[in-house]
């Protein structure tokens, strides 16, 4: 069965500049999940998607945003980047349903975003 | 909110060493609790994890945690360490309030070294 995967794997931006990632699920999981890895700050939790709604919400401004499709994709969107928004962009996919093994989080590999 | 501890930020010990490395947890409810490995350039992998049961998991290469609930701690143990066990640990929790159960909580990591 083949992993979560995330594109882009790197990314170079610019301030204010917007910049959109992607990430598939592994094939039958249907809640998708966003982390966000920094030296500083570690790993802290963007969002959560399942069936196409937004469930969970991290501490993140409004300009970090996301959606997930109908084939559980989904994409996360960065708008007006900061400096600060550099990070490597984990997504986790699970089975998403009631029940603690369901709950079991798989990560790909991460996309690197860079802000310069 | 949820908050996770880990008490050692880097380690370094030899080869054939024993580990333990410290998790803490803040929340006083039902949790799940997990241990990931993160190997140079390469992404988030669950070494163990657990939802109920025997408090003594075990999980890949090796390594087993204990959940003891009274301390709030579950702790990541290694009989004997090999050099290619070098990498960052994360000690991750979530736990079954509404809203939350998805959404994982990351302590600082650890990174081990171990010496050949």
């Known amino acids: 069965k083949a992993g979560v995967t995330q594109t882009p794997r790197y990314l170079i931006k610019t301030r204010g500049q917007q910049v959109t990632l992607s990430c598939s699920p592994i094939?039958?999981?249907?809640?998708v999940s966003w982390y966000q890895q920094t030296p500083g700050q570690g790993l802290q939790f963007l969002f959560e998607?399942?069936?196409?709604?937004?469930?969970n919400k991290g501490n993140f401004p409004g300009r970090f945003s996301g959606r997930q499709f109908s084939n559980s994709r989904s994409e996360m969107n960065v708008s007006t980047l900061e400096l600060g928004d550099s990070a490597l962009y984990l997504c986790?996919?699970?089975?998403?349903?009631?029940?603690?093994?369901?709950?079991?989080?798989?990560f790909g590999p991460g996309t690197r975003l860079t802000v310069l | 909110a949820q908050s996770v501890s880990q008490h050692n930020h880097h380690v370094i010990l030899s080869e054939a060493a024993s580990l333990e490395l410290g998790c803490n947890y803040s929340y006083g409810g039902t949790v799940n609790l997990f241990w990931y490995v993160q190997y140079p350039g390469q992404h988030l992998q669950l070494l163990l994890k657990?939802?109920?049961?025997?408090?003594l998991v075990k999980g890949i290469k090796g390594f087993e945690a204990e959940f003891i609930k009274s301390k709030f701690s579950f702790n990541l143990r290694k009989p004997s360490v090999q050099w290619s066990d070098t990498a960052e640990y994360f000690c991750?929790?979530?736990?079954?309030?509404?809203?939350?159960?998805?959404?994982?909580?990351f302590g600082s990591g650890t990174q081990l070294t171990v010496l050949p």
């Open positions: 657990y939802f109920s049961g025997d408090p």
């Open positions: 094939s039958g999981h249907r809640s």
């Open positions: 986790a996919s699970s089975l998403g349903l009631a029940g603690g093994l369901s709950n079991e989080q798989f």
């Open positions: 998607y399942f069936s196409e709604t937004q469930r």
């Open positions: 991750a929790v979530n736990d079954g309030r509404a809203g939350s159960a998805r959404q994982l909580t």
